[in-house]
Protein backbone atom coordinates (compact mmCIF):
# COMPACT_ATOMS: atom_id res chain seq x y z
CA UNK A 1 0.00 0.00 0.00
CA UNK A 2 1.29 3.78 -0.73
CA UNK A 3 -0.02 6.66 0.82
CA UNK A 4 0.23 10.23 -1.42
CA UNK A 5 0.48 13.45 -0.12
CA UNK A 6 0.79 16.68 -3.08
CA UNK A 7 1.59 19.79 -2.03
CA UNK A 8 2.89 22.76 -4.39
CA UNK A 9 -0.97 24.37 -5.15
CA UNK A 10 -1.55 28.05 -5.04
CA UNK A 11 -3.03 30.98 -6.81
CA UNK A 12 -1.23 32.50 -9.80
CA UNK A 13 -1.97 34.74 -12.75
CA UNK A 14 -2.42 33.22 -16.31
CA UNK A 15 1.25 32.91 -18.26
CA UNK A 16 2.75 31.97 -14.45
CA UNK A 17 4.37 28.13 -13.66
CA UNK A 18 3.77 26.49 -10.20
CA UNK A 19 5.54 22.75 -9.46
CA UNK A 20 3.37 20.29 -7.90
CA UNK A 21 4.87 17.80 -5.79
CA UNK A 22 3.71 14.09 -4.58
CA UNK A 23 5.20 12.41 -1.58
CA UNK A 24 4.74 8.79 -1.08
CA UNK A 25 5.29 6.66 1.74
CA UNK A 26 6.51 2.84 1.60
CA UNK A 27 9.83 1.52 0.43
CA UNK A 28 8.64 0.62 -2.92
CA UNK A 29 7.67 3.16 -5.09
CA UNK A 30 9.85 2.60 -7.84
CA UNK A 31 7.38 -0.51 -8.13
CA UNK A 32 4.54 1.73 -8.72
CA UNK A 33 3.30 3.75 -12.21
CA UNK A 34 2.24 7.52 -11.12
CA UNK A 35 0.10 10.24 -12.85
CA UNK A 36 -1.49 13.39 -12.07
CA UNK A 37 -4.75 14.08 -12.65
CA UNK A 38 -7.29 16.85 -11.99
CA UNK A 39 -11.13 17.85 -11.66
CA UNK A 40 -12.30 21.56 -12.23
CA UNK A 41 -16.25 22.44 -10.38
CA UNK A 42 -18.65 20.37 -11.88
CA UNK A 43 -16.43 18.83 -14.31
CA UNK A 44 -15.15 14.98 -14.35
CA UNK A 45 -11.67 14.01 -13.10
CA UNK A 46 -9.02 14.08 -16.17
CA UNK A 47 -5.84 12.48 -16.30
CA UNK A 48 -3.19 15.08 -16.63
CA UNK A 49 0.00 13.11 -17.24
CA UNK A 50 1.26 9.29 -16.29
CA UNK A 51 4.96 8.39 -16.12
CA UNK A 52 6.01 4.85 -15.80
CA UNK A 53 8.00 3.37 -12.91
CA UNK A 54 11.30 3.58 -14.25
CA UNK A 55 10.83 7.01 -16.23
CA UNK A 56 10.79 5.72 -19.15
CA UNK A 57 7.62 6.31 -20.78
CA UNK A 58 5.36 9.04 -20.50
CA UNK A 59 2.09 10.57 -21.31
CA UNK A 60 0.17 14.02 -21.65
CA UNK A 61 -3.64 15.08 -22.25
CA UNK A 62 -3.48 17.33 -25.47
CA UNK A 63 -4.36 20.17 -23.13
CA UNK A 64 -1.52 20.39 -21.45
CA UNK A 65 1.28 19.07 -24.01
CA UNK A 66 4.45 21.50 -24.35
CA UNK A 67 3.33 23.48 -21.41
CA UNK A 68 3.63 20.41 -17.75
CA UNK A 69 6.39 18.43 -17.56
CA UNK A 70 5.80 14.94 -15.27
CA UNK A 71 9.30 13.76 -13.41
CA UNK A 72 9.93 11.53 -10.90
CA UNK A 73 12.54 10.97 -8.35
CA UNK A 74 12.49 7.25 -7.11
CA UNK A 75 15.53 8.37 -4.17
CA UNK A 76 12.89 10.47 -2.70
CA UNK A 77 9.69 8.92 -3.24
CA UNK A 78 8.56 11.82 -4.79
CA UNK A 79 6.74 12.74 -8.23
CA UNK A 80 6.72 16.62 -9.79
CA UNK A 81 4.18 18.07 -12.23
CA UNK A 82 5.74 21.36 -13.92
CA UNK A 83 3.33 23.25 -14.78
CA UNK A 84 3.93 26.52 -16.97
CA UNK A 85 2.45 28.59 -19.62
CA UNK A 86 -0.45 28.32 -16.67
CA UNK A 87 -4.18 29.32 -18.40
CA UNK A 88 -7.21 29.83 -16.32
CA UNK A 89 -8.58 26.57 -17.67
CA UNK A 90 -6.25 24.93 -15.37
CA UNK A 91 -7.98 25.71 -12.59
CA UNK A 92 -8.84 22.63 -10.68
CA UNK A 93 -7.75 20.61 -7.96
CA UNK A 94 -5.01 18.08 -8.66
CA UNK A 95 -4.80 14.95 -7.66
CA UNK A 96 -1.56 12.25 -7.77
CA UNK A 97 -2.38 8.71 -8.25
CA UNK A 98 -0.77 5.62 -8.19
CA UNK A 99 -0.81 1.90 -9.24
CA UNK A 100 1.63 -1.20 -8.76
CA UNK A 101 3.19 -2.13 -11.99
CA UNK A 102 4.76 -0.45 -15.25
CA UNK A 103 2.00 1.97 -16.32
CA UNK A 104 -1.30 3.93 -14.74
CA UNK A 105 -4.54 2.13 -15.31
CA UNK A 106 -7.51 4.13 -16.30
CA UNK A 107 -8.97 3.51 -12.37
CA UNK A 108 -5.59 4.04 -10.31
CA UNK A 109 -6.09 2.11 -6.96
CA UNK A 110 -3.95 4.82 -5.13
CA UNK A 111 -4.66 8.70 -4.44
CA UNK A 112 -3.78 11.72 -2.56
CA UNK A 113 -6.34 14.52 -1.05
CA UNK A 114 -5.72 16.96 -3.79
CA UNK A 115 -4.12 20.07 -4.28
CA UNK A 116 -5.91 23.53 -5.35
CA UNK A 117 -4.53 25.25 -8.72
CA UNK A 118 -5.98 28.42 -9.40
CA UNK A 119 -4.91 30.45 -12.37
CA UNK A 120 -6.56 34.27 -12.54
CA UNK A 121 -7.17 36.15 -15.62
Known amino acids: QVQLVESGGGLVQAGGSLRLSCAAS????????MGWFRQAPEKERDIVAA????????YYADSVKGRFTISRDNAKNTLYLQMNSLEPGDTAVYYC??????????????WGQGTQVTVSS
Open 97 to 110: AADPGRMLTRRPRY
Open 26 to 33: GRTFSSYA
Open 51 to 58: ISWSADST
